[in-house]
């Protein structure tokens, strides 16, 4: 053995490489359709960075599209205070606009009415009631 200093042959840490984000799945993570929005959102993909910027300044499209809409599947179902599974069985498009949520609500359909008793708060089955729960 030597004295002589050895030559580093650990391998070196890379660089962070910056994390991009499909358009759709900036979309769906900014909860907008994506269909609705400006075409220079759609064709290129989003970085993280670019992501969070949007949501910490949004511009007019995205606070119009929060809005107005159209409104995603999930985002109908917490406006009209349902599942998503309501709106399936109520028979309701995948997006709708706030005004046609507004008109929804001013109408108050039969199913509607009963879906929103269904997913109210406190309606569901008594504790104690499932299969290998314990009694309260």
């Known amino acids: 053995m030597t004295d002589a200093p050895r030559e580093d042959r650990r391998q070196q840490p890379k660089p962070p490489k910056q ?30 960075t670019a992501l969070n910027e949007l949501n910490e300044n949004p511009p007019e499209w995205l606070t119009t599209l929060r809005r107005e809409g159209p409104h995603l599947r999930g985002e109908v179902a917490r406006r009209l205070g349902v599942s998503n599974s309501a709106l399936a069985r109520g028979g309701v498009s995948d997006s709708m606009m706030s005004t046609e949520i507004r008109e929804l609500l001013a109408d ?16 569901g089955s008594p504790k104690g009631s499932a299969v290998g729960e314990r009694p309260s």
Do not use: D, I, N, Y
């Open 108 to 123: 108050m359909p039969h199913w509607l009415s009963v879906e929103r008793e269904k997913h109210a708060p406190g309606t």
């Open 19 to 48: 994390q991009l984000l499909s358009p759709a799945t900036a979309a769906q993570k900014l909860g907008v359709l994506l269909a609705a929005t400006p075409e220079e959102f759609r064709v290129a993909p989003l970085s993280r």
